[in-house]
């Protein structure tokens, strides 16, 4: 059986101090093979992936590759033996332009000027145009993700990594992506394919394996099972579907006219003319790719930038000029994207970080002093109620796993009873128990007549929770639509379609 | 050639000498910065260069010896930055302050002795028939080697940053040490690399300030060219060609001011002395205001300290 498979691992470990991040691990690809690799975060596939890749050094084990012995010292190694990755997190340089950027994840770079047209070649072959002069900061996301694959086709690799490859990616583009996948794949390219995703497991991959703990739990092919079969596999019991009550609309209390931000970063989007409305009891979704506006968006609305006035009315009011713990004192409040350092801490406490936007609404302090007490019992009252996994309010909150952190995040808004809520990528990362878990708390608070505004790039999301949806391309905000009888193609087009993209002659 | 009794020629020719400690200074520095370290140090790296340098040239009586012993010590104070900020993971901006104080004092404290001393004169390059040729000739054609040294230098750096694979890289890694670390390049090494070279020229500006353009030795005779390098280097956007504008820029009106002083203008000392440092600053403000992204031209994790997580 050797010899016919291209990867072959046995028995790899891989501990870090207080924890096995893979336990005996054992799994093989076929060339051609599209593998999935499915597991709750902190299940060890980022470990894995990273040893096969040389980033991570195993403790034991064995891997072979083309029936060779295969031990990558550095990421360098590891391409030369044919194994490339498209990372989770980009590993591009903004500054830099296309071809430098695919340069420097070759181990023997042409010529600039040969290269140039390489990368145009090949990603017109695969469909996936690219300009190799242009600077990768003016890319939408898509086309970055573009630069990383056909930074790895550059090599030809016998097998490609992908860690969560979807996730910034419109339905269409991913599409093109798949049909590009098949391509390599019916050309004896092995893929190892991570995502979150069941249903892209489904239609894309040939064999999967699932790891929980560490360890590996199940192997399977993906066609032959539902999502829910593959889900409960993963979380190793009974899943749980949120629960959509009906809730009664009430007035509108939310309005934002005509919005305008200039661009917070250099690479940033700004702002054009968003306009919206929320009524009481109502959940808006806010789709779009990673990079749009999302993050502007939170922040102007949340009070961290402040905008012209007439542009953001709560109750009529108008708060356009007013700070986040103003706006918070009205009842509107929000939950950042960045779990660490933004909406949280890392050093602080839970107490402590409870305390940073608990003061306005809660009980907190008292004539001018921080009530520790009060706090603590705050902190304590989240934790219960949305099953925080920590040993107490006391520890940093940069301890706490993705998960975890998120749910303390959100019940700190939450269980200030906020009029309106604002969240971004409320379960980015966060695995499946978890999210549903925090997509429940935000139905449920819809339900006691809150306005929620829940910014996503899951769009299976967008329609499990929201009423309205409307899609946030650019900068600007689309008109909403009614989430009842919308199609995930017509999703798509709101979205900005493909980006120029084509489709590969198969 | 005169004008307002000033003679242009001698002007020029000064010029390019006053220049020279600066532009070592600032493209040793541009290269630390592109790789993503923020060295405030320059000043000290380039006092210690100027001390070193010139003890070792009254002692050998070889100016060269003296020019090498400059780019060691400017190293050598480089590397004590890059052990503490790169290894030990230290605050850049407090770590490059102190090493301008540790230097001004370490300084002070060894070229007691090499006070009122003349060093060993470096030698013009001959260029023959090429130096009689009018204005040409003492313009271009009447000076040491380190100065066409350091011209050669600025070339040298701007093609390495621009065409080359390690430049590429280097850039890469102050772009975003992050993903340099994803693909295996070896963040640290090329930062401690860049350092050193930085601290390399930096000591060589100095030592040219001893040797050269004073040439004694004093305490604190480098009188602020370190910030002024660190100055040109930001303004030029991070750019090699215009860091030869700004230099020369200072250089030109440092001499500019000394031949006013000796013409016997009416103009107070002290604003004339005040002038080369806020005349670069300001042209080169109004220089990166117009290209708009000047500003943003800064190398992405410049300042940022790397510590690869697993």
């Known amino acids: 059986m050797t010899g016919d498979k291209l990867l072959q691992i046995e028995g790899l470990t891989k501990a870090y101090p207080g924890v096995v991040a893979n336990d005996g691990v054992g799994f093989s690809v076929a060339p051609g093979e599209v593998h999935a690799l499915l597991g709750e975060n902190g299940a060890g596939k980022s470990t894995l992936v990273k040893m096969i890749y040389g980033l991570v050094k195993p403790d034991a084990g064995t891997m072979r590759l083309m029936g060779k012995p295969y031990t990558p010292a550095e990421p360098r190694a590891a391409r030369a033996s044919g194994v490339a990755m498209v990372f989770q997190h980009f590993s591009l340089f903004e500054a830099l332009n296309v071809a430098e950027n695919v340069a420097l994840g070759m181990e023997n770079p042409p010529p600039m000027g040969d290269l140039a047209k390489r990368i145009r070649e090949i990603s017109n072959a695969y469909g996936l145009p690219l300009d190799p002069e242009r600077l990768v900061g003016d890319l939408s996301a898509g086309e970055r993700q573009r630069v990383e694959i056909i930074r790895c086709l550059l090599q030809d690799p016998k097998l490609l990594i992908m860690d969560e490859p979807t996730s910034v990616l419109t339905p269409q583009e991913v599409g093109i992506l798949f049909h590009t996948l098949r391509k390599l794949s019916s050309e004896g390219t092995a893929i190892l394919y991570i995502s979150h995703k069941l249903e892209e497991i489904r239609s894309l991959c040939d064999g999967a394996t699932i790891l929980r703990g560490g360890k590996v739990v199940a192997t399977c092919t993906p066609r032959d099972k539902t999502a829910r079969e593959l889900a409960e596999m993963m979380v190793g019991g009974e899943f749980k579907a949120t629960d959509r009550a009906q809730r009664t609309l009430g007035h509108t209390i939310f309005e934002v006219k005509d919005l305008d931000l200039a661009p917070m970063s250099q690479f940033g989007p700004a702002l054009k003319k968003v306009t919206l409305s929320l009524r009481a009891g109502e959940v808006l979704g806010v789709g779009g790719v990673a990079g749009n506006g999302q993050e502007e968006l939170l922040a102007t609305l949340s009070g961290e930038r402040v905008s012209a006035p007439g542009t953001v009315l709560l109750h009529g009011q108008d708060i356009s000029g007013l700070g986040p713990n103003d706006r918070r004192r009205l009842g509107l409040q929000g939950a950042p994207e960045e779990r660490l350092g933004h909406a949280a801490v890392p050093a602080m406490s839970l107490t402590d970080n409870a305390l940073l936007t608990g003061t306005v609404r809660r009980p907190l302090t008292n004539r001018g002093f921080l009530d520790m007490k009060a706090a603590r019992l705050f902190a304590e009252e989240i934790i219960k109620n949305f099953d925080v996994r920590t040993p107490g309010p006391h520890v940093a909150a940069r301890a706490l796993s993705g998960g975890n952190l998120q749910k303390f995040v959100i019940g700190r808004e939450v269980l200030q009873y906020p009029e309106v809520l604002i969240v971004n990528q409320p379960t980015w990362g966060v695995d499946a128990a978890a999210a549903a878990s925090i997509r429940q708390a935000l139905l449920d608070l819809a339900s006691k007549g809150a306005a929620v505004i829940v910014i996503s790039q899951d769009l299976d999301e967008l329609m499990e929770i929201a009423d309205r949806f409307c899609a946030l391309n650019e900068g600007r905000l689309s008109a909403p639509r009614d989430t009842e009888g919308l199609t995930l193609d017509e999703i798509g087009l709101m979205l900005g379609g493909a980006h120029g993209m084509q489709e590969a002659a198969l | ?310």
């Open chain 2, 1 to 310: 050639m005169t004008l307002g009794g000033i003679d242009i020629i001698v002007l020029t020719a000064t010029l390019m000498a006053a220049s020279t400690p600066v532009l070592l200074a600032a493209t040793g520095e541009l290269i630390a910065e592109k790789a993503g370290v923020l060295n405030l140090g320059v000043e000290g790296m380039m006092i210690m260069g100027a001390m070193a340098g010139f003890a070792v040239a009254v002692t050998t009586g070889s100016p060269v010896a003296g020019f090498l012993a400059g780019a060691v010590a400017g190293a050598l104070m480089a590397l004590l930055f890059a052990i503490l900020t790169q290894v030990l993971l230290s605050n850049q901006t407090a770590t490059g302050l102190a090493l301008t104080l540790f230097g001004l004092g370490l300084s002070a404290l060894f070229g007691k002795g090499y006070e009122g001393v003349r060093p060993p004169s470096t030698g013009k390059v001959p260029f023959g028939p090429l130096a009689e040729i009018p204005v040409i000739g003492p313009v271009l054609f009447s000076h040491d080697w380190v100065v066409y040294a350091s011209l050669i230098l600025v070339a040298v750096t701007w093609a390495f940053l621009r065409f080359t694979r390690a430049g590429l890289i280097l850039r890469a890694v102050g772009e975003s040490h992050d993903a340099a670390h994803a693909l295996g390049y070896r963040v640290i090494a090329v930062r401690v690399a860049a350092l050193a070279f930085g601290g390399a020229l930096a000591g060589l500006g100095g030592a040219y300030l001893s040797l050269v353009r004073v040439p004694q030795w004093t305490e604190g005779m480098t009188a602020g060219a370190g910030w002024i390098a660190l100055a040109i280097v930001v303004f030029a956007s991070w750019r090699a060609e215009r860091v030869l504008i700004g230099a020369y820029l200072f250089g030109g009106i440092t001499a500019l001011q000394l031949q006013l002083q000796a013409a016997g203008y009416a103009i107070p000392v002290h604003l004339l002395s005040m002038a080369p440092y806020v005349i670069t600053i300001v042209v080169l403000v109004i220089l990166s205001a117009i290209h708009r992204r000047g500003a943003q031209a800064a190398p992405a994790d410049l300042g940022r300290s790397f510590h690869a997580s697993a």
